[in-house]
């Protein structure tokens, strides 16, 4: 489990990332190509990257592996965002932090005898590095950006959305299924046990294209604390070839259910009285659909000078996906 404690100072540092970070999803989808198990999600993707598997890739892929700690020096906190910013945090790494990363990992895995020379910080070796981040960013991640810079947009407007009508509490409890509070402690599924005490220095929310499955963050404490977390863009056309139809929802909800929920994930924050008129529906027919949904963890609902208005919620949305 993940502990993320938090102070009230904290909670009024909390930063939305301008859009997806590359180094992020350069380690993320190098995740996604060692992992032995089908991920639908990013099935046609992964066919077309693992074209640009070669042996450089390969070797910077023991760097990051699916499971367990992959170098935290590959995801450099920079002050700008972009690809040359990442790879020029990279190359400024510390010797030190160098050393501490490759010991790390020596101790889950076997590494290739030129880790070695990273772990000492010859300079080379970490210009190599980059040099293969950066031509398998080009070549797997780049004609996807688009559209990953549209999906984080999507997801900064409905963080936004929550933190406005629900607080910032409810916004953090929205950003995976296994969120929850005690406390002042936010609570996440996580592979092993970590504590994370923000202490006043806030939190970076990062949403990713790449995640698989649970949140991410560094096992470095002293780094920036940043959270990663996995957003719907997976049900893109980009990467599945396919999108999903209309019946399978409407066999598991009925019909009518199946069109309000579809209803509120095209227009956040919709009241049950325009609910009622879209769907040509009464408005206390409205109202039992939204309770039901809600009830499911499907939507939440927020009132607003005596007017109930809805929204998904992750679950909803993931659902949908």
Request: hydrophobic letters at 40%.
């Amino acid at each position: 489990m993940l502990r993320i404690h938090f102070t009230a100072e904290d909670l009024g540092r909390i930063r939305l990332a301008e859009g997806p970070d590359p180094l992020w999803e350069v380690v993320l989808s190098l995740h996604v190509l060692q992992t032995e198990r089908p991920v639908r999600p990013f099935d046609r993707w992964r066919r077309a990257a693992l074209r640009h598997f070669t042996p450089e890739v390969r070797e910077l892929a023991s760097l990051t592996p699916a499971k367990g700690y992959s170098a935290d020096f590959l995801t450099p906190a920079t002050a700008a965002p972009g690809i040359d910013a990442g790879l020029a945090g990279i190359e400024d790494t510390p010797a030190e932090q160098l050393r501490t990363d490759i010991s790390l990992l020596s101790r889950q895995q076997r590494l290739p005898d030129w880790a070695g020379r990273l772990a000492v910080g010859d300079r080379a070796a970490v210009a190599a590095v980059t040099r293969t981040v950066r031509s398998y960013y080009t070549a797997a991640l780049a004609p996807l950006w688009p559209e990953l810079e549209q999906s984080a947009a999507a997801e900064r407007n409905r963080y936004g959305q929550l933190a406005f009508h629900g607080g910032l509490k409810l916004a953090l409890a929205e950003l995976h299924p296994t969120a929850r509070w005690r406390g002042s402690v936010l609570e996440l599924g996580y592979p092993v046990h970590q504590e994370v005490h923000l202490g006043g220095r806030g939190l970076i929310l990062t949403p990713s294209y790449f995640c698989l499955g649970r949140p991410i963050t560094f096992r470095d404490p002293g780094r920036p604390p940043t959270l990663v977390y996995p957003i719907s863009a997976t049900d893109s056309g980009a990467l599945t070839g396919e999108r999903p139809g209309a019946a399978a929802l409407d066999a598991l909800f009925g019909r009518g259910r199946a069109r309000v929920l579809r209803a509120i994930a095209e227009r956040p924050r919709i009241s049950t009285t325009g609910l009622a008129g879209l769907l040509g529906i009464s408005a206390a027919g409205a109202s039992q659909h939204a309770t039901v949904l809600r009830t499911a963890g499907l939507i939440y609902t927020t009132r607003t000078g005596g007017t109930a208005r809805h929204s998904l919620t992750l679950r909803g949305r993931s659902l949908l996906r």
